[in-house]
Each structure stands twice: as structure tokens, then as C-alpha cells.
């Protein structure tokens, strides 16, 4: 199963087929049309690149994220991938929160994005794009924190009832999750 976190315009510009067996559901992170006043501030700028925009999405759209962790909870046996793009920003919000309902502890959260970004670089490469991570985080240095800073910030302010409740994923859900997640990487 292949959890697609991209909106309709980003699908078209990187459509690829998939191979037969493979089922993709398109359950687009961002909601743009529905939200114009949230994107007016997070969607431009190098914060929409960062961890600084997890805490709101988080708060605003709790709905998006919980479908998302729902799918790969109750996705037929098999593996699970979910994506964007580079694997960073938004894949990065999904890894975050995935990782905190698998109760692992905010360094190993913290470390495990900070590989992400190591590994987008030859991505861009690979396009021809210069590295964003420059920009991000000279960008960060300018607000007075790093990326390893704004992840913590998002993990400290993630109420995680509040966005079970509003985001529509119950326990049941939750437990379903940790079930799947933790049975596979188990030896």
C-alpha cells in the first residue's frame, strides 16, 4: 500500500505509473482550498520546509494527519510507504507522529528526522535543484533556533488527545497501529 501525501498539482507533475498489486491511496496532507488563511502564512517561505509548521498543521488539520496514520493502521497486510516528495516535510510530519504514537522518546524522534534531511540532498541533485538545507537552515539561524530546536518545539506542544479527539482516531485505531507497526519490525 502507498499512502500518496501529495495535493492534485503535485501528483501531476511527478506522475509515475506503479506496478500491478500495488494500491495507492491519495489522502493529500495539505488543505489548501480549505484553509486559505492557514496557507497564506505556512505554505510560503522556508518555515513550510521546516518542523516550525508541524505544530499548527497539527492543531488545524488533525483530521488530514489521523486519516493518513488510519490508512497504514488498517491497510491490508503488506508493506506500507507513505510520501511526498523529498521525504522531509511533510513525510516528515507523518514520521513524527507515527513515532510519537510508537512511544519512542523525542532524541530518537529527533535523530531519525535529522537523517531525513541528510538524505534529500542527492534527491535534489539528481533534479538538478541546489540543496534547500542551506536556505533552511540559515533561515532558522535568523529566527535564533535550529532544526533539531523546532522539532522539539513541535513534539512539546503535540497534545496528543486533543489530536486523537479532533482528528477522529480512536484507540482502537491507535492500537491497531502500534500492532501493525510494531509486529512487522519485530525480528
Known amino acids: 500500500t502507498i ?3 501529495r495535493n492534485d498539482d503535485e501528483r501531476a507533475l ?3 505509473e506503479r506496478p500491478e498489486g500495488l494500491t495507492t491511496i491519495h489522502l493529500p496532507l495539505d488543505g489548501v482550498e480549505e ?3 492557514f496557507f497564506e502564512v505556512w505554505g510560503t517561505g522556508w518555515q513550510f520546509g521546516t518542523p516550525m509548521y508541524y505544530g499548527p498543521h497539527l492543531e488545524r488539520f488533525p483530521h488530514r494527519s489521523a486519516a493518513v496514520l488510519r490508512a497504514i493502521a ?3 497486510e503488506g508493506g506500507v510507504v507513505f510520501h511526498r ?3 522531509r516535510d511533510r513525510t516528515g510530519l507523518i514520521t513524527m507522529l507515527l513515532l510519537t504514537l510508537l512511544d519512542f522518546d ?3 524522534i529527533a535523530e531519525d528526522y535529522l537523517l531525513s534531511i541528510d538524505r534529500v540532498a542527492p534527491l535534489f541533485e539528481r533534479r538538478r535543484e ?3 538545507r542551506p536556505f533552511i537552515e540559515e533561515f532558522l539561524k535568523s529566527k535564533s533556533t535550529t532544526l533539531r530546536e523546532t522539532l522539539r518545539a513541535a513534539l512539546a506542544s503535540f497534545d496528543r488527545a486533543r489530536w ?3 482528528g477522529g482516531f480512536t484507540d482502537d485505531d491507535l492500537m491497531t497501529l502500534r500492532a501493525r507497526v510494531l509486529r512487522s519490525s519485530a525480528p
Open 3 to 5: 499512502v500518496d501525501l
Open 130 to 132: 541546489p540543496d534547500q
Open 35 to 37: 484553509d486559505k488563511a
Open 106 to 108: 523525542e532524541e530518537t
Open 85 to 87: 516528495s523529498a521525504g
Open 164 to 166: 486523537q479527539r479532533e
Open 74 to 76: 488498517h491497510a491490508p
Open 14 to 16: 511527478h506522475a509515475s
